[in-house]
């Protein structure tokens, strides 16, 4: 193979590396890789607000949003002020979803006995077999829910896995995109706070 073959092929496969971690869902893929071999951990900001035009979006606008859970019960935003609304969307074919599954589970075996929080970890495809089918391989204790409604845009945009956690007031407190760890001290004690208030 001559040095310009070589020069050529080189070239081709950096510019194809650099669109694979622009593209968001390989970029959630390789996110995952490198914390596998504890290359890169994602920072969390819970201890800022997030942006403007998120924070401030009152529950009251979404009271017709609800989910309904593997038993058929159904649970209505608006029925869940004054509590603190961990929701959770995700899908069973998405692997970074898969893989922060177990530290969703450490945060809610912490307040599964706690009546100001509620879990309402939202399988977006409503596919109820194979969701309940991963939980019970990976043991896992987390409730699974469904939706019930349209997932208001500023909930849930384009990406999974993503995370909403509602103030007492129904308010965002925060939202992040993509896979976390939610067994870190900073969301339990952001958590705290927001049942403290």
């Not at 201890?47 to 989910?67: Q, Y």
């Not at 029925?79 to 979803?97: E, H, S, Y």
Request: glycine share 4%; proline share 6%; net charge neutral.
């Amino acid at each position: 193979m001559s040095p310009k073959t070589k020069k050529i092929i080189g070239n081709v496969v950096f510019v194809l590396f650099i669109g694979l971690l622009i593209w968001p869902t390989s970029r959630s893929y390789f996110q995952q890789v490198l914390m596998k071999i504890g290359f890169f951990k994602p920072k969390l900001e819970f201890n800022s607000a997030p942006k403007e035009a998120i924070t401030g979006a009152v529950a009251s606008a979404f009271n017709n949003v609800s989910f309904v859970n593997s038993q058929g019960e159904t649970a209505k935003v608006a029925d869940l002020k004054g509590k603190v609304v961990f929701i959770n969307f995700w899908a069973t074919w998405c692997p970074p979803c898969r893989a922060e599954m177990p530290s969703i589970n450490v945060l809610y075996d912490n307040y599964k006995d706690n009546s100001n929080i509620v879990f309402l970890i939202v399988e977006i495809e409503g596919n109820k077999a194979k969701a309940e089918t991963f939980v019970k391989e990976q043991k896992l204790t987390l409730p699974i829910s469904f939706p019930d409604s349209d997932i208001p845009k500023e909930w849930l945009s384009e990406s999974i896995p993503s995370t909403v956690i509602l103030d007492k007031e129904g308010r965002v407190a925060t939202r992040h995109e993509g896979m976390a760890d939610y067994s870190s001290p900073d969301v339990d004690k952001f958590i705290q706070d927001l049942i403290n208030k």
